[in-house]
């Protein structure tokens, strides 16, 4: 039986710290999907939601549900989206806020989505 190499899932870990408060996300990339998790002081499962990208060739806006929780609904299915478009791929997202209100969360998240994009890309190079 020969042996064959198969690449595993990426992952990334990162923060931002904003008016003292840590906001951390947890990116794990496999061949076909993306799971992130965005959490405010501590690494925790919240409100999660799955977008899908349209196939290759269809022109429209990518379809998303949330799959578990109400309370951050919008940011979660407003981010899936966004890097479901971005990568291409199946992508869920968690969403957990503490304090802060989900309209001012989803900025921050942004920019720590962006930070995770960047030391993806910077790993990825390091390893070519």
Excluded at 24 to 53: F, H, Q, W
Excluded at 61 to 68: A, E, I, K, M, R
Excluded at 79 to 95: D, N, P, Q, R, T
Aim: net charge positive; charged share 30%; with cysteine.
């Amino acid at each position: 039986m020969g042996e064959y190499w198969i690449e595993r899932a990426r992952v990334v870990k990162e923060e931002i710290v904003e008016q003292d408060t840590r906001f951390l996300a947890v990116y794990v990339e496999a061949k076909n999907s993306c799971l992130v998790m965005l959490s405010e002081r501590e690494d925790k499962l919240g409100t999660l939601a799955i977008a899908v990208p349209n196939p290759q060739g269809l022109v429209g806006p990518v379809t998303s549900q949330t799959l578990l929780g109400e309370r951050n609904s919008i940011s979660a299915r407003m981010l899936a989206e966004y890097i479901a478009s971005k990568k291409g791929k199946i992508a869920m997202v968690s969403v957990y806020l503490d304090k802060l209100t989900e309209i001012h969360a989803q900025k921050v998240f942004m920019n720590l989505i962006e930070k995770v994009f960047l030391k993806e890309k910077q790993k990825e190079k390091i390893k070519t």
